[in-house]
């Protein structure tokens, strides 16, 4: 009996690793693919190509993958059009966007266009762009090619569309949609992202109504590996969203799913999104997401898609995607109830579960969620008070994170085995009262308030099946209570990792509390373990053996280099020049450049530019003055309509600058137009003060500027313009970032930064 246990419990690890594993398929490099089906290595040499350099708008290679994609699509028989043009958005960044559209006409002429969606740009400045976005560049081009290959006609025109300006705004999807003829006649888009470098791709829907139809219709298409739940659907639904399929759903109404992968996020836009960190299995996962969905899209009828319900959806091994109504939750819910009422009553009555041991069930559920809970909550705060370097990793992810979160499920699972073993006298029947209380109180909460979550129903199923079969049985087969724990295995394992990934390491709570509930639902199979302390003594090990295998890859190589960065800072108002970074803890490379101690008073003063995640600058110290060329700034109309002033200034740069950002004071801005782009009213109304737009220059262009305020009001406005080119600027002798060093992202890096103010009375 010993011996079958423990192949039970090995079986429920496996169970586990499964449950991660069978979410993707597997990359073998060099393997012979037929000329019509998607080909991984086929779909790497397009990354290859793409990601040689960083390629934001206005850089050099921007537009070397813009023509090297233009090649591709026309060698498969393709023509292509270029559609250029201003955009603002609706993030106030103004940008010169150059979309490259093409298209393969459908048979049907009354039907609406299937759209496959991805963009090429960049993100400023120092990414490759490999995972974001080259994977869903190449994972398309490869695609269409394939589906070519097999000379199918669609029914459907198929439009592919490679936006421009995404990184800054989603610029080139707002171009297309609001001035390309071909966006009023789509019905479907399939949009490739990337939020990382690595892990499976999870598929979002996009919709401004339900998703029953969009549902049905993904199964139907039949992919090989789906990985989505409708609780990351609720979730998205409450987010503020960014992708490009956003636009055409919010200004377009236009559905669409998004196939984005978000795990190895430290490499998201930095200078390691390359060619060689992303993972080939990632790849072949797109790849097994577009092929079903191009063949089975561009044949099936795009015109009724909306839907005025909602689907409950989930993966599961081998079952796919597993979906029902939403009409479903609340029966489901009462059945649960029911069984729970009627598996309590049977088990009072033949005595396997006692009013005593009832009630003490309930200490050791509140005892291990207090310990869990507080442990996954101060988790990260303690990693970063002990490696100050991690807050550097602005992604809030690092390099050892999945480390992190495995030996924070370890120490949960050891809590739960070490504690519960402790009341092991009370009975596995009596024990499981209150697990399946809090279950029940849960799944209430969530058909309440998060119905996308209403699944976890699911697993609870199993559970009372289990409490039955406990509560009737002494010795209970170990492995029909294994069998019967598979859904909660399956379906809650990934979300243990999913969310620390996706939302950084401040979200180890989760982890550890996902750790918890989940031991309580195999509380069945885990009561008929006689040696618990063995099993927790196993767990400490492997908590200490991890820890310290997470604390020897604790510093930064040049496999995992630290972030850093470094800023040239003139004031040409004062006439003042600074160093500054963002670091928390500064790297031998800028260190010879800043004070580590005392920062001085212009650290404040230079913190107005805007940065994501509001990142501020830690360090400053005095620079020697350069002979840099202030930007021409004219007022070139200033006139008064009634109590209106109406004004033009026109910005002109003297030197080769890469982004101007503009802020004013607290003066309201009735009506903005940047180079004859109009800003939002709801942008300029939630703004109140501060940044008034962004422009990302290509060209050197020059920044007009048209402003509406009223009158007698004075207006001050502060120009900060930067160049990307402080480490190789003549002007300077900045030395090479070493091998363990890489720019950091998400701010305003290697830079060389002219503020410049006006007043206008």
């Known amino acids: 009996m010993k011996l079958t246990k423990l192949l039970c419990l090995l079986l429920l690890v496996a169970a586990a690793y499964w449950s991660i594993r069978s979410l993707m398929p597997s990359y073998q490099e060099n393997k012979p693919v037929a000329t019509d089906h998607f080909s991984v290595d086929r779909a790497l040499k397009h990354v290859e190509e793409i990601s040689v350099a960083p390629h934001a708008v206005g850089f050099k290679a921007h537009a070397t993958v813009r023509a090297y994609i233009t090649k591709a699509l026309k060698e498969m028989g393709l023509e292509v059009t270029i559609q250029e043009g201003k955009t603002i958005g609706d993030w106030g960044n103004l940008s010169n966007a150059v979309n490259i559209i093409s298209k393969i006409p459908g048979t049907n002429p009354n039907g609406k266009a299937l759209l496959l969606l991805s963009h090429y740009d960049s993100n400023p400045h120092s990414s490759y762009g490999a995972s ?5 560049v190449a994972t398309i081009l490869e695609g269409v090619r394939a589906f070519l290959e097999n000379k199918k006609e669609p029914k459907n025109d198929i439009i592919i569309v490679f936006t421009d300006a995404e990184e800054l705004g989603l610029n080139g999807a707002n171009l297309f949609v609001t001035q390309h003829p071909w966006a009023k006649n789509v019905g479907l888009v399939l949009n490739f992202e990337a939020r990382g470098s690595g892990g499976p791709s999870y598929m979002l829907i996009e919709t401004n109504r339900k998703n029953a139809k969009l549902i049905r219709e ?11 739940n409708s609780l990351l659907y609720s979730i998205y639904k409450m987010l503020p969203n960014d992708t490009d399929l956003t636009v055409f759903r919010e200004k377009a109404d236009i559905d669409g799913f998004n196939f984005a992968f978000i795990d190895d996020h430290f490499d998201y836009h930095t200078a390691l999104d390359t060619y060689d960190r992303l993972d080939r299995n990632t790849l072949a996962h797109q790849g097994s997401y577009l092929i079903p969905l191009l063949d089975y899209f561009s ?32 029966p489901m819910f009462i059945l649960a109830c029911i069984l729970f009422v009627a598996i309590l009553i049977h088990g009072l009555k033949n005595k396997s579960i006692g009013l005593k041991g009832l009630w003490l069930g309930f200490v050791p559920l509140i005892i291990v969620l207090l310990i869990n809970g507080l442990a996954g909550y101060i988790s990260w705060p303690a990693l970063k008070w002990w490696y100050p370097w991690y807050q550097d990793m602005l992604h809030g992810f690092t390099y050892n994170g999945h480390l992190y979160i495995f030996i924070m ?7 739960c085995l070490l504690v519960y073993n402790r009341f092991k006298k009370v009975g596995t029947a009596s024990l499981l009262v209150a697990p399946m209380f809090l279950w029940l109180v849960v799944c209430a909460m969530l058909s309440s308030y998060l119905e996308g979550a209403s699944f976890f129903i699911i697993p609870v199923f199993g559970t009372l099946a289990a409490w039955y079969v406990v509560t009737n049985q002494k010795e209970p087969s170990p492995f029909l209570l294994v069998f019967l724990a ?37 509380l069945p199979f885990f009561g008929l373990l006689k040696h618990k302390k063995r099993y927790m003594v196993i767990g400490v090990v492997l908590f200490f053996v991890f820890g310290i295998k997470a604390h020897i890859k604790s510093g930064y190589n040049s496999e995992c280099p630290k972030p850093n960065s470094l800023l040239y800072v003139y004031n040409a108002d004062t006439q003042k020049a600074n160093w500054a970074t963002y670091d928390n803890v500064l790297s031998e490379w800028n260190q010879q450049f800043l004070k580590t101690e005392n920062p001085n008073d212009s650290t404040s003063a230079l913190n107005i530019i805007s940065s994501k995640y509001n990142t501020k600058f830690t360090h400053t110290a005095e620079a020697p003055i350069k002979s840099l060329k202030s930007p021409e700034i004219m007022v070139v109309q200033d006139t008064v309509i009634g109590s209106l002033r109406k004004l033009n200034i026109c910005v002109t740069h003297q030197r080769e600058v890469n982004r101007l950002e503009v802020f004013t004071n607290k003066t309201p801005i009735k009506n903005a137009v940047i180079n004859g782009q109009s800003i939002t009213e709801d942008f300029l109304e939630k703004r109140n003060s501060g940044r008034l737009f962004t422009h990302y220059i290509s060209n050197n262009d020059f920044t007009e500027i048209e402003l509406t305020i009223e009158n007698h009001s004075p207006l001050e406005l502060t120009f900060y313009e930067a160049s990307n080119d402080l480490l190789s600027n003549p002007l300077f002798t900045v030395p090479k970032r070493p091998a363990e060093n890489i720019p950091m992202p998400f701010v305003l890096n290697d830079a060389i930064l002219l503020i410049k103010s006006i007043t206008i009375e």
């Open 299 to 330: 044949q099936a009828d795009l015109t009724d898609i909306k839907s005025l319900t909602d689907y409950i959806y989930f993966n599961f091994p081998i079952f796919g995607l597993v979906s029902y109504p939403f009409d479903w939750i609340w």
């Open 218 to 228: 993904f199964t139907r298409a039949n992919p090989k590996y789906p990985v989505a």
């Open 409 to 415: 499920a370890i120490f949960s699972l050891s809590v």
């Open 132 to 136: 974001d976005a080259g994977s869903g």
């Open 486 to 522: 598979l859904p909660a295995v399956f379906i809650f394992v990934p979300f243990i990792q999913m969310f620390p990934v996706g939302l950084g390491l401040k979200l180890l709570v989760a982890s550890t509390l996902f750790t918890t509930l989940l031991y309580f639902l195999l």
